[in-house]
Nanobody, 124 residues
Framework: QVQLVESGGGLVQTGGSLRLSCAASGPTFSGYAMGWFRQAPGMERDFVAGISTLGRRTSYADSAKGRFTISRDNAKNTVTLQMSSLRPEDTAVYYC?????????????????WGQGTQVTVSS
């Protein structure tokens, strides 16, 4: 089992940047593909970005392409989402998730473990 803890959220102005981190505990973090999702109030949980076990494959939602970068450090058991050029519509709770089958999926039901989330608020 993997425990995930997100950090790095906060309040930022439009055009600003934030760096979200997800720290994982438990064995074999490198055996999990990792994803970032977000959920705004009253909305579905949407895929943001994903990365394969060794970081060789990444995937981004269209809304994240060119602005967000996902990376991981298996030695430190962390996955990071660097966000720039933030917009008010990026406001949401951001969750990291782990998938034991290395699918780098955009489908949230295909992830096995979730963190508690971190709030990102972008002011206009």
């Amino acid at each position: 089992q993997v425990q995930l803890v997100e950090s790095g959220g906060g309040l930022v102005q439009t055009g600003g940047s934030l760096r979200l981190s997800c720290a994982a505990s438990g064995p074999t973090f490198s055996g999990y593909a990792m994803g970032w999702f977000r959920q705004a109030p009253g909305m579905e949980r949407d895929f943001v970005a994903g990365i394969s076990t060794l970081g060789r494959r990444t995937s981004y939602a269209d809304s994240a392409k060119g602005r967000f970068t996902i990376s991981r450090d298996n030695a430190k058991n962390t996955v990071t989402l660097q966000m720039s050029s933030l917009r008010p519509e990026d406001t949401a709770v951001y969750y990291c998730a782990a998938d034991s089958r290395n699918r780098v999926s955009a489908v949230y039901t295909e992830y096995d473990y979730w963190g508690q989330g971190t709030q990102v608020t972008v002011s206009s």
